[in-house]
Nanobody, 127 residues
Framework: QVHLVESGGGLVQAGDSLRLSCTAP???????????LGWFRQAPGKEREYVGS????????DYADSVRGRFTISRDNAKSTLYLEMNRMVPEDTAVYSC?????????????????WGQGTQVTVSS
């Protein structure tokens, strides 16, 4: 079982940057390395959508078209932590952001391939 906890959400203005973190307390570095990790977001009244994902090693990332070039996913396996750096934010980025983990250390854009989910953190971008 993997427990995920997000932090770093808040209210920002359009054009600002924000960094989210997702920790996995109780998960060893070796176990964390074996997890594929992803970020998803859900805006009010909309389906949960894919933001991006990263392999266990951290060498390979994948992004949704809507965030590619603005958002960067990274991980620190020694700290069992996943990050989402968001730059040049726009009001359309407003959503609850959740991290997710899967027992295969590869990227995936499909939310049904992830077994573990955090509670989410609210990000609001004002115009």
């Amino acid at each position: 079982q993997v427990h995920l906890v997000e932090s770093g959400g808040g209210l920002v203005q359009a054009g600002d940057s924000l960094r989210l973190s997702c920790t996995a307390p109780g998960t060893s570095e070796d176990d964390f390395y074996m997890l594929g990790l992803g970020w998803f977001r859900q805006a009010p009244g909309k389906e949960r959508e894919y933001v991006g994902s990263i392999t266990g090693s951290g060498y390979t990332t994948d992004y949704a078209d809507s965030v590619r070039g603005r958002f960067t996913i990274s991980r620190d396996n020694a700290k069992s932590t996943l990050y989402l750096e968001m730059n040049r934010m726009v009001p359309e980025d407003t959503a609850v952001y959740s991290c997710a983990a899967r027992d295969i250390p590869y990227t995936s854009s499909r939310k049904n391939t992830y077994q573990y989910w955090g509670q989410g953190t609210q990000v609001t971008v004002s115009s």
